[in-house]
């Protein structure tokens, strides 16, 4: 089983900068591709970002590209989230999801087999 745990999340004001931070309880997401969704106060969860641990392709949400980058860190065996050039609309509980979607699922929640606790982000205006 690979459960992940998410870190990172906290208060930041527009235009700043957080990263959160995916971590498993296995070595490594060998295997896997890790996916990171939100879920913002009365909306549905959404896809964000995915990237698989094998590869270098990485998947964004329209609302995020250009703003939010997914990296593989090989050293802590983390795949991270950067968010730069956050807005209040960014405001959400973040979650990893771990998983093994094809490319036209990638974005799919049901794709996702293994999902962390979230972690909040708040933007304020």
């Known amino acids: 089983q690979v459960q992940p745990v998410e870190s990172g999340g906290g208060w930041v004001q527009a235009g700043g900068s957080l990263r959160l931070s995916c971590a498993t309880s296995r070595d490594t997401f060998s295997g896997y591709a890790v996916g990171w969704f939100r879920q913002a106060p009365g909306k549905d969860r959404e896809f964000v970002a995915a990237?698989?641990?094998?590869?270098?392709?990485?998947y964004y949400a329209d609302s995020v590209k250009g703003r939010f980058s997914i990296i593989k860190d090989t050293v802590s065996n983390t795949m991270n989230l950067q968010m730069n050039m956050l807005n209040p609309e960014d405001t959400a509980v973040y979650y990893c999801?771990?998983?093994?979607?094809?490319?036209?699922?990638?974005?799919?929640?049901?794709?996702?087999?293994?999902w962390g606790q979230g972690t909040q982000v708040t933007v304020a205006s």
């Open positions: 990237r698989r641990w094998s590869g270098g392709s990485t």
């Open positions: 999801a771990v998983g093994r979607p094809i490319q036209s699922t990638i974005a799919t929640e049901t794709a996702y087999y293994y």
